[in-house]
C-alpha cells in the first residue's frame, strides 16, 4: 500500500510522530505531505516545516516527506496514492474527518481514508496547542519531541526580535 | 499488509461488503473473521455465516473468510496479522471504536486498527437492524444483497415452522 | 399536515407532553401512537398506557392516541401520515434518531421525521429514569404529571402486593 | 403550517434542495428565507443568493424565496412563521442547532424549530465545502446542481479577472 | 478547597452566575479570574469585567475576583489553587473541555479541573449568544441579570455613538 | 468538602484508583460508595468489593469505603455529602452523566457532582472490559493493579471449579 499523510506540521507534534511510526509499517512507502496554503499564516515556513520532518524521520526507511498545494484529491491522484492516512485523538474529531472522507471518496472513489486512534496519552496534543503555549512562554516538552522544542523556542525568539 | 476485518455478520450487509470491497485492494491479504461467541445468540450459525461471506466474497482475490472465539487480540497474535480492519458508519460510533482500538494496542503494541468510513449511502445500515425489520416483515433489499435477503427470509420461516 | 407521535409511553412524562403539546399546533391532526411489543416487557399494559394518554391529552382538540405494532413504516404507510414526530432530549439522542428517520425513509420514502429539541429543563426526563427512581422510592414529581405519578404509585404497589 | 427555512445558501447545494423539497409537502407555505449578514463576506450578494434560489425553486408551488437581517426570531415574529425548518447533516450539527432552538423558543415561545435529517448520500455536503473545493478548481457537480456549478465557475472567474 | 473559576466573561452570564453560586458553597475560597488577552477584541474592557463581576457577586462572602494573562497553569501554580472549575453546558463541551484539562494536568500534575454541569434551562447560554443577540437588538434578559443587560445595552449605544 | 465517589467497582480499575488518589487532596473526606443493587449480577460480591477498596486504598487517610442501595440522593441527603464526584473517560460519557448530575439536583438541590477527566492513558479502561478480557483468558495487568488482577483470576477460576 502506497500512502500518504497530509497535515500542516505547524510544528510536528509527538501526536504526529505516533501516527507516523505507527502506519510506516503498514505501508510500502508512506510520503507525509505538508499542506501549502499560501493563505493561512503559518508559524514555521513550508521549508522549514519540511526540514523539521526530514530531520526527525529520518529513521524511517519507507517514509519520504513531500509538499502540496490545492486539492488533497489533486495531489493523491497525481501520485496516485491508494490511501490517505489520518489520526483521530478523540471521538470527537471523528465528525469532521468521516465528513472529508466522504467528500473526497465522492470526487475520486479509490481514495481511501484510514483513521488510526491517537495513543491515550496523546489525545490532547495539538499544533495549536503547541503554538499557543509556547508563546505564553509554557513548557513543551511533552508535547512534542527536543529537536522541534528548540525550533519553536529559536522561532519565536527571532520573531520577537524582529 | 496482512489484515482482518473482525465482526459477527449475523448477517453480513451491504455496509460490511462496501468495507470489505475497500479495504481488500489496500491488502496483501484480508481476512473476514467470524466472532463465534458461544454465550451470545445469534441468528445464524456460525457455519451459516461463514458459508454466507465465503459465497458473496468469492470475486475477491485475496480475501478469506475465518472466524475465532475469544480475545481477538490474541487471534491477531496467532495469526500475526499487521492491522484490524473496522468501519464507523457515523461519527457516534468512534467512541467505542477508539477504546477498544487503544485496549488492543495496550494488549498487543504492533496491533494497529485501521478505521474506514462507511459510505454516507449505508451510514444507517446495521446487522441488528436487518434483523429487527425481518422479524417484523419488512423490507430489507436495500440493507443486504439478494441472496443474504433469501437467507434471511428462509431462516425466518424455517424458525417460526418450528 | 398530518403526524403521528410514536412512542412506548411506559409511562408519558412531562418530556413527552411537551413535545405532543408543542406539535399539535403545527399539524392538522396528530396521533400519538403507542408501540405495543409483546416480546418487550413494560411497566403498565397497552391498554392502562392509551387510557393515561388519553386521560392527559383531553384539552387537546386535533390529538388523538392509537396503538400499532410492528414496524412503524407500515403504520404510518397504512394510515397515510405525512410525518413523524421525535423529541430530541439532548445531542446524543440524534445519533440513533438520525439512522432511524434515514432507515424510514429509504422504507418509505415520503415518511419525513420531524425531530423537535426537547426544552432545556426537561432534557434529563425519560420513562426509564421515571419507572427506575419509582421503584427505588424516590420523588418523581418533576417528571411527570400528579396524575401519572398516582398511577406509577399504584401500580408499583399493586405489583408489590402481588 | 407556514414555516421558513433559513439559511447564508452561498451558494445553495443539493443538502440545501433535498431539505427544501421534503419540506415543502408539509407546509401549507414555505418561504426560503437568505440570512443577510452586511458584516460576513459572501461569495455571492444577497440578490444573486435569491435569484438562484428563484431559478431553482420555481417547480414548487407552495415555496417562496426572501430575506431577512438581524434576529430570526423577529422575522419569524413579524411574518408570523409557525416553525423554522433545520437541516441536520450529522449527528454532530445536534448540539448547536438544539442550542440555538432553545434560544429562539426563549425569545419567542411559539416558535418551534423542526430538524430533518439530511439523506445519507448528502451527509457531507456543505456551501462551504462547494467555495473551497471550487477555489482550488475541483469538481462540484456532485455537491450542487449544473445550474449552480455554471454560477459558483462564472462567479470565480469574474472575481480572479478583477 | 482553593479553586478559580477562569473564563472571559465578557460579560457575565446567567449559566456563569449559576456555577459560580453552585461552586462557591464546596470551596473555602473560589476566586473567579478573568482572562486577559491583549490580542482577543472583547465587548468589555478587562476593568469592566471585573467591575461587573465584583458587583455581581458581592453577595458571596468567599468569592474574590481576580486576572490574569498568559498560561492559566502558571497562574494557578502562582496562587497555589488546588482545582480550576469549568462549567459543561451541553455533552458536546466535553470534548475541549477534556483535551484542556488534561493539557493542563500534564504541565501542572497537581491542577485538578472540576466539571459541573450546567442547569438544563441555562444550556443554550453564553456570552457570544448574549453579544450577537444585542447587537441585533433582541431580548436578553433571559440570559443575564438586570444589572448586566443595561451594561450591555448602554456599552451597545455608546459604541454605536462614537 | 465532605463528598462521595459512588460506582459498582466490579472490580476497582486503574482508572478508579486515578480519580480517589486525585479526588482525595480536594476534600475534607472522600467515602468511595459501593453501589449494592440486587437485581444485578456482579462478578464480586458487595462484601468482596468493599474489601478489594480497603485494602487498596489504606494509603489514603481522609478516605473511607461505604455502600449503599437505593437512590444515590436519599443516601447522599442521609450522609450529608456535599458533592458526588464522577469521571469521565471520554467525551462519549458526557451525555449520560449531565443527565445524571441534572435529575439529581432537582430531586435534592444542593447535590452538586464534580466531574474529573480520566487521565489520557487510562480513556479506555472499565470494569467491564477487566471481566470481559479476564474471562475470554487476556492480560489485565495494565487495567487494574496486581492485587485486584490476582483476586479476579482467584475469582473466575473458584467459578469455573463450581
Redesign the interface.
Known amino acids: 500500500?502506497r500512502a500518504c499523510y497530509p497535515g500542516s506540521f505547524d510544528p510536528l507534534t509527538l501526536g504526529h510522530l505516533d501516527i507516523i511510526e505507527?502506519?510506516a509499517?503498514?505501508?510500502a512507502h508512506l510520503t507525509v505531505a505538508v499542506v501549502h496554503n499560501p493563505s493561512k499564516q503559518t508559524l514555521f515556513s513550508l521549508a522549514e516545516r519540511q526540514q523539521i520532518l526530514e530531520n526527525q524521520l529520518a529513521h524511517l526507511g519507507n517514509v519520504s516527506v513531500d509538499h502540496f498545494s490545492?486539492?488533497l484529491?489533486?495531489y493523491v491522484r497525481k501520485m496516485d496514492y491508494?490511501?490517505v492516512v489520518r489520526g483521530?485523538?478523540?471521538?470527537?474529531?471523528?465528525?469532521?474527518?468521516?465528513?472529508?472522507?466522504?467528500?473526497n471518496?465522492?470526487?475520486l472513489p479509490?481514495c481511501?481514508?484510514?483513521?488510526?486512534?491517537a495513543?491515550?496519552?496523546?489525545?490532547?496534543v495539538?499544533s495549536s496547542?503547541v503554538r499557543e503555549?509556547a508563546r505564553?512562554?509554557?513548557?513543551i516538552d511533552?508535547l512534542v519531541t527536543p529537536f522541534v522544542a528548540a525550533q519553536v523556542k529559536q522561532k519565536l525568539t527571532s520573531k520577537e526580535a524582529s
Open positions: 500500500m505507527r502506519a509499517p503498514l505501508c490545492g486539492l484529491v489533486e491508494q490511501a483521530l485523538r478523540d471521538s470527537s474529531d471523528a465528525p469532521i474527518e468521516l465528513q472529508m472522507a466522504r467528500l471518496r465522492e470526487m479509490h481511501e481514508t484510514l483513521m488510526l486512534a495513543a491515550g496519552h496523546l489525545s490532547h495539538s496547542f503555549i505564553l512562554g509554557g513548557p511533552q
